[in-house]
């Protein structure tokens, strides 16, 4: 797994803001008061606690690889004062979970960063129990529009994808679930897809600013100059070009993610 993205500020800002309804809402029709949930990549915690308020009767176990960001996810939980939710650290690909531990595994924005996704969802299924369902969302980089267009967005787009690619992953990801679940065997598959849309004055000025910070400062810029994708003046160039979209009045953004629900059957694919 390559993250290429990492915990800063710019980046947390993002996630943070994230909730089950605006990112899970695929999901949410699945869910009963009951379940046991496995929330993959949970980072902040925020779409993990909204699950969890979500399963009163049950439990949710928010994973990531990162031990840096759980106390920040556990302090969220702690704020909304749940009490079914705990977070450890952990690995998609080798999970420390017995089979069909879970009626519901969750992986929001994760399997674009593995270079092998297709066993990821194999271990997702293992420990998802038969007739449970697993649940994927990845985002399509290359998918992503804009208006108005402004050109150093599209060098932005550019860099974007060969630096994801240069690490291993796969940044449009959301294109490729479908192929990858019938890949690991899953048969039971649904697919759609989501969308994040923004505009108006406070979503332009949040989408444009937290874009612009993680072009100049967040790992994602230490991996494009040390990979020799961009030099600081491109960096700088694109961090502007985000600032100047976000000061039209008319400035508009959206985001398209793949979507999967796989019910689990009642023998582990190899």
């Given at each position: ?6 915990h800063?500020e ?16 695929y ?38 690889a990162?031990?840096?960001?759980l ?10 004062g749940?009490?079914?939710?705990d977070?450890?650290?952990g ?8 089979d ?22 194999r ?11 697993i649940?994927v969302?990845?985002?399509?980089y290359?998918?992503?529009?804009w ?8 060098d ?5 994808v060969?630096?994801a690619r ?12 479908y ?7 899953l ?17 332009r000025?949040?989408w444009?600013?937290?874009w ?5 400062a967040?790992?994602f810029a ?15 160039a694109?961090a ?8 039209h009045?008319d400035?508009?953004?959206?985001v398209?993610?793949g979507?999967?629900?796989?019910k ?7």
């Amino acid at each position: 797994m390559h993250y290429i993205h990492g915990h800063h500020e710019s980046v947390l800002r993002s996630h943070s803001r994230r909730t089950a309804a605006d990112s899970a809402a695929y999901l949410l029709p699945e869910l009963r008061p009951h379940h046991r949930v496995l929330d993959i990549g949970c980072g902040p915690g925020s779409i993990t606690a909204d699950l969890a308020a979500l399963v009163p009767q049950g439990h949710v176990t928010g994973l990531d690889a990162a031990p840096d960001i759980l106390p920040t996810a556990r302090a969220a939980a702690r704020e909304r004062g749940l009490d079914n939710v705990d977070f450890t650290t952990g690995d998609v690909r080798a999970l420390g979970f017995p089979d069909g531990a879970f009626d519901v595994v969750h992986a929001h924005q994760v399997l674009q960063y593995l270079d092998d996704p297709v066993g990821a969802l194999r271990e997702m299924r293992r420990v998802c129990r038969p007739g449970g369902v697993i649940a994927v969302r990845d985002v399509v980089y290359t998918a992503m529009s804009w208006y108005p267009r402004v050109p150093g967005l599209d060098d932005w787009q550019r860099l974007y994808v060969a630096v994801a690619r240069a690490g291993g992953g796969e940044p449009d990801a959301g294109s490729h679930l479908y192929s990858w679940a019938r890949q690991a065997g899953l048969t039971d598959v649904t697919a759609t897809a989501g969308a994040w849309c923004y505009t108006g004055a406070e979503q332009r000025q949040w989408w444009s600013g937290l874009w612009a910070d993680r072009t100049l400062a967040s790992p994602f810029a230490r991996h494009a100059v040390e990979g020799g994708w961009a030099d600081e003046a491109r960096l700088a160039a694109i961090a502007e070009a985000w600032h100047a979209w976000g000061r039209h009045e008319d400035a508009w953004f959206a985001v398209l993610n793949g979507e999967l629900l796989c019910k689990a059957g009642s023998s582990v694919p190899r």
